[in-house]
């Protein structure tokens, strides 16, 4: 199933629609759809690197809408799918997702942003325990704009080759950025208060 989504998803880059679709999916991978806008992206940089920072603008904005989206279902929706999150497999994120709420706020939706994790999980997680909206809004603008911005960065610098390089170290990538928060949140929170 994952595979022909992939694939289907990879085939919507080429479309003369393709910004619209990336918006679209943007806006889904928030909320419910397992296929990270990344998938779509990376081909349309390709093919058009000299409209790179408008694909990665239209893919924050959809993504950052798609979070408010998935926030507003944890907050208010969440009695209506809970069965179903309890028995499916992204449960025990979630209840991860929410314990890191608890102690990180703005710092962990800032590095969900980056991850490999699916977004929703993150998104939803928020709003379930009613995370400040502005915090969420903040935190989700910087992570997902820097990671696409980020993408599009690469690709204007280093072309197609880079592509490759992207896919092999995207969960890298992520972790770092994740290491690197976390050890500056330990140094300004813990060994350097105040």
């Keep these: 199933m994952f595979k022909k989504l992939y694939d289907r998803t990879l085939e919507w880059s080429g479309h003369p629609q393709a910004p619209r679709y990336l918006a679209g999916l943007s806006f889904a991978e928030a909320t419910f759809f397992p296929i990270p806008p990344d998938v779509m992206l990376i081909p349309m940089l390709i093919a058009k690197p000299a409209k790179a920072w408008r694909y990665a603008f239209i893919c924050t904005v959809a993504s950052v809408l798609g979070g408010i989206f998935g926030y507003m279902l944890g907050r208010w929706g969440f009695e209506l799918f809970s069965g179903w999150l309890e028995t499916s497999m992204y449960y025990p994120a979630f209840v991860q997702t929410t314990e ?72 890298w990538l992520g972790w770092g950025v994740i290491v690197a928060v976390v050890v500056l949140i330990i140094y300004l929170k813990i060994l350097h208060p105040g």
Aim: aromatic share 20%; charged share 15%.
């Design 100 to 171: 890191a709420f608890d102690r990180w706020g703005f710092w962990f939706i800032l590095v969900a942003g980056f991850t490999p994790i699916p977004y929703k999980v993150f998104t939803i997680a928020a709003g379930v325990i009613g995370m400040p909206f502005l915090i969420f809004m903040a935190g989700s603008a910087v992570g997902r704009s820097g990671r696409f911005f980020l993408e599009a960065a690469i690709i204007r610098i280093w072309g197609e080759s880079a592509a490759g390089q992207i896919r092999r170290w995207i969960d």
